[in-house]
């Protein structure tokens, strides 16, 4: 029975294009939203769902941290891919006649020096898949689309331009998303924690709750927070730290944490990509 794996976007998407790469043998499941990614997976229609959680240029993803604790999934791994964005164009286009791009309004803002030195105007539509299949269909030579090169091979388009992106470390970082954590903890191998959690309405209850990660020498990745259902009373935490919750050291921190917490909820612990160590 062939494995599938759901990500969020139309064929061609960056997600689509990490489902190949990270699992070449799993059947990508494109999506419409972030919230049928992970009802597939719950549904068991899917193995595994594939999420961006964070960009180096556009930081966080809208959404994934409210959706996260409402998942019935656990976070079992992540993976880095380099994004590299392409110009496409219609078959017989060239860079010389291309008036307009259209790509994500994120895609467009990391191709800016290009498109202002191409004297190129951007214009932003709704996903960079869904802007290379328009620019398939209306065949106009001065339009074109910023989108992956797998985008160019399904809907057979040109590139005409590639590696467009403004920074050389243009990075997104997804997470991968299971039922359950099947794997048994290995030995010699860095893991990561990624938890939320909500903190008391007292005096110092974030430092105090945070105090317990430094007394035992834990190392956080990030801490991040976000308000609930638009309540500027309510705020959690998203929360990334070095370890797994069976060491001492964690257990202890996260009991510390609890204490001044109304509510902790581990996402997962999964072993740190080693391009963290580059």
């Not at 891919?81 to 219609?90: A, E, P, Q, R």
């Not at 388009?157 to 359950?180: G, Q």
């Not at 954590?181 to 309405?201: C, G, H, K």
Request: aromatic letters at 8%; charged letters at 25%.
């Amino acid at each position: 029975m062939i494995k599938k794996i759901a990500y969020q976007g139309r064929p061609g998407a960056y997600s689509h294009l990490v489902c190949l790469k990270a699992f070449p043998k799993y059947e990508p499941v494109a999506c419409e939203s972030f919230e049928e990614v992970f009802k597939k997976t719950e549904d068991k229609k899917t193995n595994i769902s594939l999420i961006p959680i964070e960009n180096s240029q556009a930081g966080r993803v809208a959404d994934i941290h409210n959706l996260l604790p409402m998942s019935k999934l656990v976070i079992t791994g992540e993976y880095f891919h380099k994004v590299n964005h392409h110009l496409l164009g219609c078959l017989g286009s060239s860079l010389a006649t291309i008036e307009t791009a259209e790509s994500h309004l994120h895609a467009l803002a990391q191709c800016k020096e290009f498109l202002v030195e191409k004297k190129i105007k951007p214009v932003v539509s709704a996903d960079t898949a869904g802007a290379a299949e328009e620019i398939s269909k209306v065949n106009d030579k001065t339009r074109a689309a910023i989108a992956s090169e797998l985008a160019a091979k399904i809907y057979n388009l040109t590139i005409l331009a590639s590696n467009i992106e403004d920074a050389v470390n243009n990075t997104t970082r997804f997470l991968i998303m299971k039922e359950s954590s099947e794997e048994d903890r290995l030995r010699d191998t860095d893991y990561i924690t990624s938890f939320i959690f909500q903190v008391r309405n007292i005096p110092s209850a974030l430092f105090k709750a945070l105090g317990g990660f430094s007394t035992n020498k834990i190392n956080m990745l990030k801490i991040e927070s976000y308000m609930l259902k638009g309540s500027f009373k309510a705020t959690q935490f998203y929360a990334d730290i070095e370890g797994h919750p069976q060491d001492d050291n964690v257990k202890q921190a996260f009991e510390e944490l609890g204490f001044f917490s109304k509510e902790v909820k581990i996402l997962g612990c999964y072993p740190a990509s080693r391009l963290r160590k580059n």
